[in-house]
């Protein structure tokens, strides 16, 4: 999967340079635009007969209580995790980005990008990564040899496979999303030799029309938030909050005694920075809230693990437990489930958590447990389906969806192959997908 390191989206609807081969030959399958822009809208979109096949069967999915509504066997390995926009759930296949039917599985669309691997990299293989952002599905393709990466370019896309815009980076690294807000989408990069040197490039993209907003310095960035005005980036042992609308860095946070920043957010002109100690010392901070103004510290949690953190009204920390705290810090209540948390997912009126091989849902408002579900031992709440709650455990290659009014088992699905990508949802069904190119919707 392109990502680094594994991140959970939120549930729920109401949050809810290396030498290029980089050309203007992105477009529908049989098509080819005429604009050779990579920085920038393509402004020529042609549209191509779509591919009418079948759904097949044999992607070796199994599903206990419940059935698969269809399975599609494409062929070919992803290289994406599946996305849900607007009756499309579309991966990536090799450089192309394939859109099927989400009711029927058959193929509605395929996307050639502006992406090749070329003869000269002949270990090279395609990575990307799909993002659905007020109805439009962004995939960021590139090809990745060995430790580094090039030629990644960013199409936005129509859920009809239109081509709305693209943007060529024209640098070398691993690309990744760090989060979209106020019009714009925010690119990261990284390499294999991760530091907090100045050396690498962010993006932000206008999301109307693909022009570049600005282009700044940080170090490798591993992940970050873009949120409240600001984009933070998580870059090692430091953070780089960077003004949203122009660009200007605010400010350079620097994690404690060498501590690696695992996790960040922002709101209400704070940015929280979560620290990866987890033994740590009754006086070792493990999060800190800084104003995203200055980087001013205005308060920290010392003393205990912090995995996890959110943001929505309130911050909101799992780690040891899970705790809705207050903009000054204070507590408005505990959790401690018996076990470490590693995610604090959330839809308008509850928490979902996973202490102890269980999934939890938590009341928002008071950290009552409204119920409690047996689950595997790495089991993660990942997306809102629904009624329903879709939960995975990579390891054990099983996806779970329970009731998320009272949290009975549905169905789980078992996936073949290597660490499957995680699933997606839609307003009538999930989404799951396997590395061998194998996808299936599971009704709710």
């Given amino acids: 999967m392109p990502s680094r390191r594994d991140v959970l989206g939120l549930c729920g609807g109401a949050l809810l340079g290396l030498a290029g081969c980089v050309g203007p030959e992105g477009g529908r399958t049989g098509t080819a635009g005429t604009d050779d822009r990579t920085d920038g809208p393509d402004s020529d979109s042609t549209t191509a007969d ?154 932000a993209i206008e999301t109307a029309d693909g022009s570049r907003r600005w282009t700044a310095e940080s170090g490798d960035a591993m992940d970050g938030t873009v949120a409240d ?51 740590p010392e009754p006086d070792q901070p493990t999060m800190a809230a800084v104003s995203t103004a200055d980087g001013s510290a205005a308060w920290d949690l010392a003393g205990e693990v912090v995995t996890s953190v959110r943001y929505l009204d309130d911050c909101y920390v799992g780690g040891e437990r899970v705790a809705r705290l207050g903009p000054d810090g204070n507590e408005r209540w505990s959790y401690d489930g018996g076990g470490l948390i590693h995610d604090v997912p959330f839809d308008a009126d509850a928490l979902y958590t996973n202490p102890d091989s269980r999934i939890v849902s938590l009341a928002r408002d008071s950290a009552t447990e409204r ?12 997306v809102r389906a629904g009624d329903a709650l879709v939960s995975s455990d990579g390891d054990a290659r099983t996806v779970f969806a329970h009731a998320v009014d009272d949290g009975t088992e549905l169905w789980r699905a078992t996936l073949p192959g290597g660490y499957p990508p995680d699933p997606a949802a839609g307003p009538d069904g999930a989404y799951v997908a396997t590395t061998a190119g194998g996808v299936g919707r599971v009704d709710l």
């Fill in 229 to 279: 005005g600001v984009a933070l980036v998580e870059a090692d042992t430091a953070v780089d909050c960077f003004d949203l609308e122009t660009g200007e860095r605010r400010f350079r946070s620097e994690a404690p005694d060498d501590a690696r920043v695992t996790a960040t957010a922002a709101g209400d002109g704070r940015a929280f920075l979560v620290f990866d100690r987890y033994d």
């Fill in 50 to 203: 779509r591919d009418t096949d079948s759904p097949e069967p044999g992607t070796g999915i199994e599903v206990e209580g419940g059935s698969l509504a269809w399975e599609r066997s494409l062929g070919d390995d992803l290289v994406s995790e599946p996305a849900f926009v607007d009756g499309t759930v579309a991966v990536a296949v090799g450089t192309d980005v394939v859109g099927l039917d989400a009711a029927t599985g058959e193929t509605a669309w395929t996307f050639e990008t502006a992406v090749s691997i070329g003869d000269e990299y002949e270990y090279g293989r395609p990575t990307a990564d799909l993002r659905v952002h007020e109805g439009t599905l962004y995939a960021l393709v590139g090809i990745s040899v060995g430790t580094g990466a090039h030629d990644h370019v960013l199409h936005a896309l129509t859920a009809d496979g239109d081509e709305r815009w693209r943007f060529g980076t024209r640098v070398a690294g691993f690309h990744s999303f760090l989060g979209f807000g106020d019009g714009a989408v925010v690119v990261g990069t990284n390499d294999d030799a991760i530091s907090d040197e100045l050396d690498h490039a962010v993006f």
């Fill in 371 to 382: 119920w409690t579900a047996e689950a595997t031992d790495l089991a993660v709440p990942r």
